[in-house]
T-cell receptor, first 111, second 114 residues
Framework: GIQVEQSPPDLILQEGANSTLRCNFS?????LQWFHQNPWGQLINLFY???GTKQNGRLSATTVATERYSLLYISSSQTTDSGVYFC?????????????FGRGTQLTVWP | NAGVTQTPKFQVLKTGQSMTLQCAQD?????MSWYRQDPGMGLRLIHY???????DQGEVPNGYNVSRSTTEDFPLRLLSAAPSQTSVYFC?????????????FGSGTRLTVV
């Protein structure tokens, strides 16, 4: 199956700082999504972004499908941003919507 | 409230016991799936379904069974629990089969097998 690699594995920030999380994938994709898993374990869908750029408040994401990577930007980070951020993809050959997940970036934001 | 509902939230089993994790969604999504999450790992797909009566295996199907008799429900059965099945289990649904767009996760079931 398609390989999904995320970096960095861990990130520690002070409140107010900006950060960039990266997701590399090994093959062409139909779908790329970013998820946030909060400290209580809930998985929240942040972006559906197979290509292009989207913004939602302090978060934005860019996917360059031809170069097989996506970036998640978090600006003016807050303690509530803490948690694990996952990238997940559906490979272009799939007709079944099977998501392949990366191992995530653990983000800790200190006040 | 619309969404994916998983029960129970926590469960402790003894080795060899069987149980069913329940998953229900009220969004009329065709695509449903079960994942397990282990420390330091992403989510790994156990089984999935593209509609009532249609299921298939994912990456880690051994030791688990599923069925899909209705659009709303997708239970996961552990036939004979083993300590290696200690994990957090997530059910998800989506309205797009081909792209997985609109993925919605349940709140998870934390299972411990002793």
């Amino acid at each position: 199956g398609i390989q999904v690699e995320q970096s960095p594995p861990d990130l520690i920030l002070q409140e107010g700082a900006n950060s960039t999380l990266r997701c590399n994938f090994s093959d062409s994709v139909n779908n790329l999504q970013w998820f946030h898993q909060n400290p209580w374990g809930q998985l929240i869908n942040l972006f559906y972004i197979p290509s292009g750029t989207k913004q939602n408040g302090r978060l934005s994401a860019t996917t360059v499908a031809t170069e097989r990577y996506s970036l998640l930007y978090i600006s003016s980070s807050q303690t509530t941003d803490s948690g694990v951020y996952f990238c997940a993809v559906v490979d272009r050959g799939s007709t079944l919507g099977r998501l392949y997940f990366g191992r995530g970036t653990q983000l800790t934001v200190w006040p | 409230n619309a969404g994916v509902t998983q029960t129970p939230k926590f469960q402790v089993l003894k080795t060899g016991q069987s149980m069913t994790l329940q998953c229900a969604q009220d969004m009329n999504h065709e695509y449903m799936s079960w994942y397990r999450q282990d420390p330091g790992m992403g989510l790994r797909l156990i089984h999935y379904s593209v509609g009532a009566g249609i299921t298939d295996q994912g990456e880690v199907p051994n030791g688990y069974n599923v069925s899909r008799s209705t659009t709303e429900d997708f239970p996961l059965r552990l036939l004979s629990a083993a300590p290696s099945q200690t994990s957090v289990y997530f059910c998800a649904s989506s309205y797009s089969i081909s792209t997985g767009d609109g993925y919605t996760f349940g709140s998870g079931t934390r299972l411990t097998v002793v």
